[in-house]
Every structure is written in structure tokens, then in C-alpha cells.
């Protein structure tokens, strides 16, 4: 760690100059002439990052950070947390790739992951491991199912984000990545979320649009149009959708329909599990046990990527390469992931997530009140601040993308989601401690109050809209 990230962690976080700087400028301009428009990240966080540690990042030009992206979710325990560094460091020597020959780290690993589970769960799982995506073990997890089943529809639910590749692409509700490309993968039928953003508006303990009943109905009636489906797939808390959290009773309905119709129930934790909710996965804090759980993300505590399905036994009906991928042997993410484990038990991680996550609740809680503030919502250390016009309602996505510019030029690193990227995200690291968020959240509480008083200004006198639908 350079001199200028040791003063971050004790002064916080320290920009000087435009964004980006000129070293930024240089590799920007390289990498927009050299990669496909694909790219994203750099297009509305203009910066060359050159080392992290911990909760900072510092870019080419000396500028330092806070990362409250964190690799979109990947890195749990910060930039380089050192133990992790060192186990990668001592596996490289002895074995880097083993596709999925059993060896010492992928038992170890293996192991590490089956311990977290619920001891009812863990009875009965078995692990597939996949390409290193969690979209490819979205891949896999229909595939399962459906070879299981002997079925071939699916069930997915609006708002929800699965993935890019073909599949995870045709189960997950962003129409303007899926309308280019034709031909997607038939059969998906979405139905209502039901959450505190729900069009119904909020009404605790219940869903003034029964939307667990509404799916039942559906799945139940002869003249329905839906053939009984080869699963269900279903996010706890929709990360890319906007940090929307599903209501308890939802979830627990869901459970009930599908095992009642003998429809395997995936739930997908690329994004909230390994600790991110507070709990090791979010359907815990449910009272649920699914069929399939797909994971991914954080599962090497530090960016290597692994990704796998964990799953009831009984649907182990598929026959050898059923689904393969030649980088599921990935040696340095498993040792890096066993030790992210131990950690997590060591120094009680999830009790920390829990604590911050009140703790950024209290912070953000600031903005309640604030005009074009729709909705702050949340789970442990997953965060968002919905941003709505006061006056019609509608999405305010250039007042998002103002808000995550003003937030970067005082030091803080924050992601945009939901319809019509209006959501503000944080995915802090999940040791981060009490005084690095207290600096993010008055960052950010900064940010958010700055800039809508501006377009206040610009906009003139509003009425606040009501709490509605999208």
C-alpha cells in the first residue's frame, strides 16, 4: 500500500483537480478506441484505477476514493485484503487450474461453502461448479431443472437481473438489453415483484395485488396459458432492478406454490450472497430452504472468479458434460475463498454487515423527506436511494447520474441501477468499518441534498408526488 492510501485511511478520501485527471484522460481515450461500446463503468466514473486497499481505491493520478462499488459486489472484504493476498500467493506454486478434478483447495472450498448453509439445507446439497459467471450458473441452474423436470418453461418476475448471456438474458426484465437480439429463449413468462416499490404502493405484511396469489392462480387455471413450468427463478433483494427487497409473506408464498406444484424454486444470490444481507445468503432471513442457489460474485472474498450451483440432490439427474467449462477449476479462487470463510467467522463479519447496515439506515434515513427522494431502502451492506421527479413522479435518471458525479468528485464511488438508472447504489466492502461509512453516507447525503436543490432551483416550485407505482 502507497503512502497516499495509508493518509486515505486515516484522512479519507482525497481528489484534487478535474476528472478525470490527465493520466485518467490518456487510458480512457486508449481504451474507448481499442474496446467495444460495450463498456459501461468508465463511461460514468471517469477514472484509470491504478490500487486498492481496504474501502480505497487511488487512480493513475493520485486521486483516492472510497469504493463503495466494490467490483460490483465481488470484492466482500475490500482491495487486497492481505490474508486472502497471501493464500493466493502461496497456492500459486503448487496448482493454478484443475478443471474439475478433485483436489485439495476445491475440497477445502468445497467444504467452506456447504458449512455456511442452513444444517437442514446442507443435508441434502450437492455443488455443480460452472463457467466462472454467475450468468453461466444461471446457465446451469435451468438446465437442471429443466433436465430434471422434463419441462421447459420458466418463471421470472419483472425487475429482475440474471445475467447477459442468452438464458440468463431471456429471464431477467431489462427489455432494452434483450430487444436487439432476436430469436431469445422462449417460454419465460414474468409476473409481479411484490416489494415496497410494488405499483400497489406499500402495505406492510400484505400485497394489496396478491402477488404470490396472483402466480398461483395463474399456474393452477386449465385456460391459463402457462404450461406448469420447469422452475421458478427469483432474487431476494433485486440488485440491478434498484435495490428492491422482496416482502417476507411474497417469498414465503412463492415457496409454497412451487412446492406444492412440484416446481423447483431458484433463488438467485449472485449479488446478495456470501454475507452481503447480513445473513450468508438472504433467503435465511426468509425462512425459506429453495431447490437451487446460485452463487457467484463474492465467493473469493476478492474478485477470482468461481461461480457454482448448490442444489437439492434430488434433481441430480443430469448425465456427465451436461454443463461444463474449462475455467471451473479455478485453484487461486478456491484458496482465496476457503480463507474469505474463515475470516468471516473469525472476525464476525455477518454481525458487522448488520451493524453498518443499521448504521447506513440511520444515515441515509437524512434524506426521508427530501422531495426527490421516492423511496431509501436496503438490506445490510446493499443500499439504494430512489431519485423521482417531485411534480410528475416519473424516474429522475439525469438527477441520478448528477448525484453519482458530484459523489465522485468528493471521493466516493457509487453504482446506478433500477428503471431507468434513477437508483443511486452502494456496495460497500463488508468489513468496512464505522468512520468510512460515516464519511460515504455524508458524502452521499451531501450529493443527493446538493444537487436536487439545484434542480429545484432550475425547476421551480413542486408538489411532492405520492409513494407510486413505475
Known amino acids: 500500500m502507497t503512502s497516499s492510501l495509508r493518509t486515505a485511511t486515516l484522512m479519507g478520501p482525497q481528489v484534487s483537480g478535474d476528472l478525470p485527471g490527465p493520466g485518467s484522460d490518456a487510458l480512457l481515450a486508449h481504451q474507448a478506441r481499442r474496446e467495444s461500446q460495450a463498456r459501461t463503468y468508465p463511461r460514468h466514473l471517469p477514472i484509470a484505477p491504478a490500487e486498492g486497499s481496504g474501502s480505497f481505491v487511488r487512480d493513475v493520478d493520485g486521486n483516492v476514493f472510497i469504493d463503495f462499488l466494490g467490483g460490483a459486489g465481488v470484492l466482500s472484504l475490500g482491495h487486497n485484503h492481505p490474508e486472502l493476498v497471501q493464500s493466493v500467493v502461496r497456492q500459486l506454486d503448487t496448482l493454478t487450474h484443475g478443471l474439475d478434478f478433485p483436489t485439495p483447495a476445491k475440497d477445502a472450498f468445497t467444504e467452506a461453502q456447504l458449512s455456511m448453509l442452513p444444517p437442514r439445507l446442507r443435508e441434502r446439497t450437492k455443488v455443480h461448479f460452472c463457467g466462472p459467471t454467475g450468468a453461466n450458473a444461471v446457465e446451469a441452474a435451468l438446465k437442471l431443472c429443466k433436465i430434471a423436470t422434463g419441462r421447459g418453461d420458466i418463471v421470472s418476475f419483472h425487475g429482475g437481473f440474471h445475467g447477459s448471456t442468452h438464458a440468463a438474458m431471456a429471464v431477467s426484465g431489462l427489455v432494452s438489453q434483450k430487444a436487439p437480439v432476436r430469436d431469445g429463449m422462449p417460454g419465460v413468462h414474468f409476473f409481479p415483484y411484490c416489494s415496497s416499490a410494488c405499483p400497489a404502493g406499500p402495505a406492510p405484511g400484505s400485497c394489496a395485488r396478491d402477488c404470490a396469489g396472483y402466480l398461483e392462480r395463474a399456474l393452477r387455471?386449465?385456460?391459463?396459458?402457462?404450461?406448469?413450468?420447469?422452475?421458478?427463478?427469483?432474487?431476494?433483494?433485486?440488485?440491478?432492478?434498484?435495490?428492491?427487497?422482496?416482502?417476507?409473506?411474497?417469498?414465503?408464498?412463492?415457496?409454497?406454490?412451487?412446492?406444492?406444484?412440484?416446481?423447483?424454486?431458484?433463488?438467485?444470490?449472485?449479488?446478495?450472497?456470501?454475507?452481503?444481507?447480513?445473513?450468508?445468503?438472504?433467503?435465511?432471513?426468509?425462512?425459506?430452504?429453495?431447490?437451487?442457489?446460485?452463487?457467484?460474485?463474492?465467493?473469493?472474498?476478492?474478485?477470482?472468479?468461481?461461480?457454482?450451483?448448490?442444489?437439492?440432490?434430488?434433481?441430480?439427474?443430469?448425465?456427465?458434460?451436461?454443463?461444463?467449462?474449462?475455467?471451473?477449476?479455478?485453484?487461486?479462487?478456491?484458496?482465496?475463498?476457503?480463507?474469505?470463510?474463515?475470516?468471516?467467522?473469525?472476525?464476525?463479519?455477518?454481525?458487522?454487515?448488520?451493524?453498518?447496515?443499521?448504521?447506513?439506515?440511520?444515515?441515509?434515513?437524512?434524506?426521508?423527506?427530501?422531495?426527490?427522494?421516492?423511496?431509501?431502502?436496503?438490506?445490510?451492506?446493499?443500499?439504494?436511494?430512489?431519485?423521482?421527479?417531485?411534480?410528475?413522479?416519473?424516474?429522475?435518471?439525469?438527477?441520478?447520474?448528477?448525484?453519482?458525479?458530484?459523489?465522485?468528485?468528493?471521493?466516493?464511488?457509487?453504482?446506478?441501477?433500477?428503471?431507468?438508472?434513477?437508483?443511486?447504489?452502494?456496495?460497500?466492502?463488508?468489513?468496512?468499518?464505522?468512520?468510512?461509512?460515516?464519511?460515504?453516507?455524508?458524502?452521499?447525503?451531501?450529493?443527493?441534498?446538493?444537487?436536487?436543490?439545484?434542480?429545484?432551483?432550475?425547476?421551480?416550485?413542486?408538489?411532492?408526488?405520492?409513494?407510486?407505482?413505475?
Open 221 to 470: 387455471d386449465d385456460l391459463g396459458g402457462i404450461p406448469l413450468p420447469a422452475a421458478v427463478i427469483l432474487e431476494m433483494v433485486q440488485g440491478e432492478g434498484g435495490v428492491v427487497v422482496a416482502r417476507t409473506e411474497f417469498v414465503r408464498r412463492v415457496r409454497e406454490v412451487t412446492r406444492s406444484l412440484g416446481i423447483p424454486m431458484i433463488v438467485d444470490e449472485v449479488q446478495t450472497g456470501c454475507g452481503r444481507t447480513g445473513t450468508w445468503f438472504a433467503f435465511e432471513q426468509y425462512g425459506i430452504e429453495p431447490d437451487v442457489i446460485v452463487a457467484s460474485k463474492a465467493l473469493s472474498g476478492m474478485g477470482l472468479p468461481v461461480a457454482l450451483i448448490l442444489y437439492d440432490a434430488a434433481l441430480d439427474t443430469w448425465e456427465p458434460g451436461a454443463h461444463i467449462g474449462t475455467f471451473r477449476g479455478n485453484q487461486l479462487a478456491f484458496v482465496a475463498g476457503a480463507e474469505a470463510v474463515r475470516i468471516v467467522r473469525r472476525d464476525d463479519v455477518l454481525a458487522n454487515v448488520r451493524r453498518r447496515g443499521v448504521q447506513v439506515a440511520d444515515r441515509l434515513g437524512e434524506l426521508i423527506g427530501n422531495p426527490w427522494v421516492r423511496e431509501v431502502r436496503g438490506r445490510g451492506l446493499m443500499w439504494g436511494i430512489e431519485l423521482a421527479n417531485p411534480g410528475d413522479g416519473r424516474p429522475a435518471t439525469a438527477l441520478a447520474g448528477e448525484v453519482q458525479t458530484y459523489a465522485l468528485r468528493h471521493g466516493l464511488i457509487v453504482e446506478r441501477g433500477g428503471r431507468q438508472d434513477a437508483v443511486v447504489r452502494i456496495l460497500p466492502p463488508l468489513n468496512v468499518t464505522a468512520d468510512v461509512v460515516d464519511t460515504a453516507c455524508s458524502i452521499l447525503v451531501e450529493a443527493v441534498s446538493a444537487c436536487a436543490s439545484r434542480r429545484s432551483a432550475r425547476s421551480g416550485p413542486v408538489v411532492r408526488a405520492g409513494l407510486g407505482g413505475f
